[in-house]
């Protein structure tokens, strides 16, 4: 048997696996699934829905860091793969990546129109972009009420200090404004670090 023979049969064991995992799926069985698309992969690796299959498998169970992994990998072999921007953005959005997560479902959206204008996947993906789109702005929102706050706060309260003597100037500024700094945003102790300098 040469090579070509091999790898052919290779071929066509792992299609036999992934129609096998297409079974498990649809009965809910995705430990079952996520082995034989696994064995699939190990058969013949570069085949990118075999990757987007499992990574569908791991989304059902939740695991979101491997569906990820798979995505990103099917992403390498398959740039153009909706599924797996798709399923990406919503990994991204899980670990609070939201910028991430938008520019990867938008992805989907652009390449789910241009290859199905019609299809039940466009419309799913502009649901989970509108909603990610949602959580982007009310993040943005949240984080310029809180800066305004915080500045509110420590600029009133860094002029009354600076009458007290500049040395309790350096202590307040090396002890509460970085703690008000892990929270704030780099612009903001910035700007407040720079009214600082002016006193001084």
């Known amino acids: 048997m040469g090579p070509g023979s091999f790898l052919s049969a290779a071929a066509k064991q792992a299609e036999q696996l992934r129609k ?3 079974n498990y799926f649809k009965k809910d069985r995705f430990g079952a699934a996520i082995d034989a698309y696994t064995e699939a992969i190990a058969l013949c690796p570069n085949v990118p829905v075999y990757w987007t299959n499992r990574a569908l498998c791991h989304r059902r169970r939740n695991d979101w860091l491997k569906v990820e992994e798979d995505c990103r990998r099917a992403i390498q072999l ?3 793969s909706v599924k797996a921007h798709y399923m990406l953005g919503l990994a991204l959005l899980q670990k609070q990546e939201l910028d991430e997560g938008v520019k990867e479902l938008q992805k989907a959206m652009d ?3 241009g290859a199905n204008p019609k299809g039940y996947m466009v419309d799913e993906i502009w649901q ?3 909603k990610a789109k949602y959580m982007q702005w009310e993040h943005a ?4 009420s809180w800066e305004l ?3 509110k706060y420590v600029v ?3 002029l009354d200090i600076c009458f007290q003597g500049k040395d309790y100037l350096l202590n307040f500024f090396y002890g509460e404004l970085l703690l008000i700094f892990s ?6 102790f910035l700007y407040f670090a720079g009214r600082l300098v002016k006193l001084l």
């Not at 929102?141 to 310029?144: F, L, P, V």
């Not at 929270?183 to 903001?188: D, G, N, P, T, V």
């Open 149 to 151: 706050q915080i500045l």
């Open 128 to 130: 989970e972009l509108a």
């Open 156 to 158: 009133p309260v860094s």
């Open 78 to 80: 398959d740039y153009n």
């Open 183 to 188: 929270f704030a945003s780099y612009s903001s």
């Open 20 to 22: 096998d995992g297409n």
């Open 141 to 144: 929102s949240s984080k310029r």
């Open 111 to 113: 390449l789910g129109r």
